[in-house]
């Protein structure tokens, strides 16, 4: 069982700042991903931004050069630094983590959710 718990978000003027926070706890060390995901109103939830065990990092091509992923998976802290923002960055924005049981068993895990709102 992994839980979830973010903070941050709010409304802000476009080019603004903002930055999201999320603590993950784990019943048994198995988190092996934690990423953010955003979804839009009438949309498809999408990746945001991902970062691996390996410390490796993934962005989606819209938010590349404006949002930086920060924490690692053995700290279990997440962050999210989103710069230069825009109005469609506009969405409820999702922490998530990747659960890998030996040998090949993943769970999925969500936040509740931070409303992040971006006003032109």
């Known amino acids: 069982q992994v839980r979830l718990v973010e903070s941050g978000g709010g409304l802000v003027q476009a080019g603004g700042s903002l930055r999201l926070s999320c603590a993950a706890s784990e019943d048994t060390p198995c988190i092996s991903v934690m990423a953010w995901y955003r979804q839009a109103p009438e949309k498809e939830r999408e990746l945001v931004a991902r970062i691996r065990s390996t410390g490796s990092t993934d962005y989606a091509d819209s938010v590349k050069g404006r949002f930086t992923v920060s924490g690692d998976i053995a700290t279990k802290m997440l962050g999210l630094q989103m710069n230069s923002l825009k109005p469609e960055d506009t969405a409820v924005y999702y922490c998530?983590?990747?659960?890998?049981?030996?040998?090949?068993?993943?769970?999925?895990?969500w936040g509740q959710g931070t409303q992040v709102t971006v006003s032109s």
């Open positions: 998530y983590a990747l659960c890998t049981i030996w040998p090949d068993h993943e769970y999925s895990y």
